[in-house]
Nanobody
Framework: QVQLEETGGGLVQPGGSLVLTCTAS??????????VGWYRRAPGKPLTQHEL??????????MYGDSIKGRFSISRDNAKNMVYLQVNSLKPENTAVYYC?????????????????WGQGTQVTDSS
């Protein structure tokens, strides 16, 4: 397993952009084989109710959640043990805690229970 830390959250003006970073530590020698996902939990939702934003395989294949409308972009730098989530044109409904998750896995992962490593999350807030 690896340990994950999310950074880059904060208060953002409507229409603004930000980049969230997920940094892996620990057993990262095989990081290039890990599938990573970004999830979010909206305010007031229980801990178990998070929404898939995007997922990326070690080779760079990406998939996005059904409700994601093209303003999000996931990418990774395996040499740095990092995965990024670019968020553009932020809207109030994007306010949430964003989590990254990972697992040594072949293929995209769309079911959150398959991931076996999770970060603590980073808060993104639309300031409107």
């Amino acid at each position: 397993q690896v340990q994950l830390e999310e950074t880059g959250g904060g208060l953002v003006q409507p229409g603004g952009s930000l980049v969230l970073t997920c940094t892996a530590s620990g057993s990262t020698f095989a990081w290039g084989l890990f599938t990573v996902g970004w999830y979010r939990r909206a305010p007031g939702k229980p801990l178990t109710q998070h929404e898939l934003v995007a997922t990326i395989t070690g080779g760079g294949t990406t998939m996005y959640g059904d409700s994601i409308k093209g303003r999000f972009s996931i990418s990774r730098d395996n040499a740095k043990n990092m995965v990024y989530l670019q968020v553009n044109s932020l809207k109030p409904e994007n306010t949430a805690v964003y989590y990254c998750a990972a697992r040594n896995y072949r293929g995209c992962i769309l079911i959150s229970s398959i991931f076996n490593s999770w970060g603590q999350g980073t808060q993104v807030t639309d300031s409107s």
